[in-house]
Structure formats: C-alpha cells, structure tokens
C-alpha cells in the first residue's frame, strides 16, 4: 500500500491548525463570500453557521480575510456590517505587527485555513469549530506585570508581595484575603472568562494599574485546575503561555 500523504492522514489538518494557534495565539482565516456566508444564488439560505464560526474564530484572536470575486467592496462592506461578521480585509492581505503576510500585493492572500463552499467545507467547519471549542476551554485571564509576569498578592516562590494592600490599595478587593499555601507554589490564581475578572477588579482598577504596567493578560493553558479554597482557578506557572496583552 502507498504511504499516506502527510495531510490525508486522519487528524492532521486538524492537529496542524492547533499548534499553529498555540504557537502564534492567532490564526489567519481565508473565507469565501459567494456561498459561504452570502446568499449569492437566492436559495434562501442564511448560512448562519458559518457566519457564527466567523464570529467565534474572531473572539479567539483569528484574524479573518473575506474573499471574493465580487469587486464592488463597498457591497461586501455593508453585508458584513449588517450581519454582525467581524473582518480584518477584503480581499487583500493583511499586516501582522507591521509587516505585510507574503507580500502586500501577493497574487494570493496568506492564509492558515479557507473556508469555502467549493473547498471541502464540511471538514474545515468542523476542524475550526472543535478548535474554537478547545481553546475557549483552556483559555484563561489573570492580572500582572507586563515585564515579570508577577501576580497582585504573591511573587513566583510563594512569598507575599504585599502590593495589593500597600501600592495598590486603592483596588476594590485590597481586603480580599489569599492567605498562603504550599499547595499554591507554581500556580497562578486566574478565570476563565474575562468578566469574571470583574469581580476581583473594577475598569477603574485596570485602568489605574495599567499606569503602572499591570495589565490583562489572555493565557493559553494545558494544565490547571479549580481550587476549592479560595473557590477559583489556578493554571501552571511553568506551562502556561502568555498570548496576549489586553489594555482597557
């Protein structure tokens, strides 16, 4: 029997997509207009699943091309604004941190992933969709600084930072109390939703801390776990990856 090729393998485009998102904490999607998320032929189709993937690859960081033939951009524009479908460019490539992906004026627009109805859509949508699943699972928040990565209330061994109380006392959980515990060596206290953040901190506290570089970050993690004590997650201090700055 022949050798497989590499991506005919079961799970490899898959697995393929979920390193490069764990590597860059962004994917670039390609994804075809006509057919796909637009009703070009007037079949009453709304294609409302693959819009809503749109928007939830979105939310993970993606950044998203729209591709079309249709050269009036304008149309393109307003049908996406109507449908609530997030978008970085239309038919052009895009810049990642100030450099143009293949070239400004590439024949062909970079992509990690296309979707499209002429372009074995069904595996695509499902190999995106288990990805966005995946990722919202294991992704986590927590507050720190943005050149050491420390926490509020202990330092990387262990040890009380006191900052919370003293500095920073002007957040509205300064009396929150975190007593410690060796269980917690190598952990960091984080949540799983960004508005869950919330109730440990006010927009105003973000905002204040963020003039003393403590920031939002957004962490891709593979290990962690919910403790009981202090009823809120914590991820490894030595696994997780930082995969983005958020600034309020």
């Known amino acids: 029997m022949d ?24 994917l670039v999607i390609a994804v075809d207009f006509d057919s796909t998320i637009f009703d070009y032929f007037g079949k009453g189709e709304s294609y409302e699943m693959v819009k809503q993937l749109v928007r939830d690859l979105y939310s993970i960081g993606c950044k998203i091309i729209i591709w ?12 996406l604004r109507e449908e609530d479908i997030p978008w970085d460019a239309i038919n052009e490539n895009i810049m990642i941190n100030g450099n143009w992906i293949d070239g400004k004026d590439s024949r062909k627009v970079y992509n990690n992933c296309l979707l499209d109805d ?21 992704t986590f928040y927590r507050v720190c600084n943005e050149n050491t990565k420390q926490g509020l209330w202990y330092n990387y061994d262990g040890s009380f930072t006191g900052l919370i109380h003293d500095k920073f006392n002007f957040c509205k959980n300064t009396e929150l109390k975190m007593d410690f ?10 949540t799983n939703k960004l508005e869950d953040l919330w109730a440990w901190f006010s927009e105003d506290d973000i905002k204040e801390l ?6 939002i ?16 997650y914590v991820i490894s201090q030595e696994t997780s990856k930082v995969i983005e700055k958020i600034k309020i």
């Open 181 to 190: 515990d060796p269980e917690l060596v190598g952990w960091l206290s984080a």
């Open 217 to 232: 970050y957004k962490y891709m993690v593979d290990d962690y776990k919910f403790y009981d004590r202090f009823q809120h």
């Open 210 to 215: 963020q003039k003393h570089d403590w920031y």
């Open 118 to 138: 002429r372009a074995g859509l069904l595996q695509t949508y499902t190999d995106l969709t288990k990805l966005v699943s995946e990722i919202r699972a294991k």
């Open 68 to 79: 079309s033939g249709t050269e009036d951009v304008n149309k393109i524009d307003t049908y």
């Open 3 to 26: 050798r497989l090729d590499e991506y005919l393998k079961e799970g490899a485009s898959y697995n393929r997509l979920f390193q490069e998102y764990q590597r860059y904490g962004s």
